[in-house]
């Protein structure tokens, strides 16, 4: 297998790196990858068509991308989350926001003392909001971590790609997640989605009366209009926006 630019074999690998220790003791010797990527995704309803896995294949897709194209070192996925929305359908799985931060914060601190100073989150969760805690925490501290995707880099990635569908209306298991799955895991991708569409644009009690309020299905978007195509330059987008996110993370401190 070919590294790519972050020379990492381990980009193809799938959802576990395939990294040896002499392989990640290789590049800290030449000063590459000290920026680490950790992928955080969930288990979690998706409708019918999609898997309980969706958001860490979409998390993993995006650190895949990163790491083929800039100097990082991947990290394998964390795959369950917070999704208490989710929790009226079969096969959801949560941990609670504290449990999360400290997952982060404890692979950041073991990270640091192997010498990585910078932690790039990439989350596929939006249910995740800990996760903006837990860098703001860490930078106030002086620390390097950074959460990614910002909605900014979805906004851009979703007209660099064609979605029609806004970041709004494309809340759960629609055009972005399908499209990005259509590309990256075919295989997972049951027939359905082409039918599926709920647009529920008025979303205000989530947080008190859950996803189950506003759909049956458990999906909240336009699936109808995925493709492999929008998927694929959906993730060389994200992957462009990556390169400002590690300029911060390598760069002089922020005062």
């Known amino acids: 297998m070919t590294a790519g630019q972050g020379g990492s074999v381990a980009a193809g690998h799938g959802l576990v790196p395939g990294d040896t220790t002499e392989d990640v003791r290789a590049r800290a010797a030449d000063g590459s990858a000290q920026v680490a ?18 958001d860490t294949l979409v998390a993993c897709a995006i650190a895949r991308e990163i790491a083929a194209a800039h100097p990082v070192r991947l990290l394998p996925p964390v795959t369950i989350s917070c999704s208490h929305e989710h929790a009226g359908w079969p096969g959801t799985v949560s941990i ?8 982060v914060r404890d692979i950041a601190d073991s990270l640091r003392r192997s010498g990585v100073h910078a932690l790039a989150v990439v989350n596929g969760h939006g249910g995740n909001y800990v996760l903006g805690n837990v860098v703001q925490e860490a930078s106030a501290r002086g620390e390097r971590m950074a959460l990614f995707p910002a909605p900014e880099d979805w906004e851009e990635a979703r007209v660099r790609a064609g979605v029609v569908t806004s970041l709004l209306t494309d809340m759960h298991a629609g055009e972005i997640e399908t499209s990005v799955l259509l590309h990256a895991h075919p295989e997972v991708v049951r027939p359905g989605y082409e039918s599926a569409d709920v647009v529920a644009d008025d979303r205000r009690h989530l947080l008190t009366v859950g996803m189950s309020a506003y759909t049956d299905s458990g999906v909240i978007g336009r699936p109808s209009l995925g493709s492999a195509e929008k998927g694929k330059a959906l993730l060389a987008s994200l992957a462009d926006s990556f390169g400002a996110c590690l300029s911060l993370l390598t760069g002089p401190a922020q005062g």
Do not use: D, F, N, R
């Open 37 to 54: 990527v950790l992928p955080v995704g969930s288990l979690e309803q998706h409708g019918p068509y999609l898997p309980l896995a969706t």
């Open 96 to 103: 609670s926001a504290p449990t999360l931060h400290a997952v």
